[in-house]
C-alpha cells in the first residue's frame, strides 16, 4: 500500500537588534493593524492579544530602533491615536520582502526534496 505525501518546510524570520527581537511576523501584524486602525488599544483587541502587551512590544521597537516606528497619542474624548512614522513604513517594507524572499526560498527548496 502506497501513500502520497505532501511535504513542505516552514520557518520564520526575524530581525534582532542587540540580540533581542526587533520584528518578526507577530510585531510586524501588530504595527499594520494600528497603523489601519489607528489605535493600538483596538489593534490588540482585534489579534485578541493584551494592551498591556501590544504596548510593550511598541515601546520596545520604539526604543531599540533608530527612529520610532508608531507615535501613540493619548487622551481626548475618542480617545488616543496611533500614526505610523515613516521609519516605521520602511520597517513594515523590508520586513515584508524579506518575508517574501525567505517564502520563496522555502518553496523552491521544498521542491527540491527527493525522498
Same mark, same amino acid.
Given at each position: ?9 516552514? *520557518? $520564520? ?10 520584528? *518578526?511576523?507577530?510585531? =510586524? /501584524? !501588530?504595527?499594520?493593524?494600528? =497603523?489601519? !486602525?489607528?489605535?493600538? $488599544?483596538?489593534? =490588540? ?22 527612529? @520610532? ?6 487622551? *481626548?474624548?475618542? *480617545?488616543?491615536?496611533? /500614526?505610523?512614522? @515613516? ?20 518553496? $523552491?527548496?521544498?521542491?527540491?526534496? $527527493?525522498?
Amino acid at each position: 500500500m502506497s501513500s502520497q505525501n505532501s511535504y513542505s518546510i516552514k *520557518g $520564520r524570520i526575524w530581525i534582532e537588534i542587540n540580540d533581542e527581537t526587533f520584528i *518578526g511576523e507577530g510585531k =510586524a /501584524q !501588530l504595527l499594520k493593524r494600528t =497603523a489601519e !486602525l489607528g489605535s493600538l $488599544r483596538k489593534a =490588540a483587541a482585534e489579534m485578541n492579544m493584551s494592551y498591556r502587551k501590544a504596548w510593550y512590544s511598541i515601546n520596545h521597537m520604539n526604543k531599540a530602533g533608530r527612529e @520610532p516606528v508608531i507615535i501613540l497619542k493619548h487622551g *481626548g474624548i475618542k *480617545g488616543g491615536i496611533a /500614526q505610523l512614522t @515613516p521609519f516605521g513604513k520602511t520597517v513594515l517594507e523590508e520586513f515584508d520582502k524579506l518575508n517574501k524572499y525567505f517564502r520563496d526560498f522555502l518553496d $523552491r527548496r521544498t521542491k527540491m526534496l $527527493r525522498f
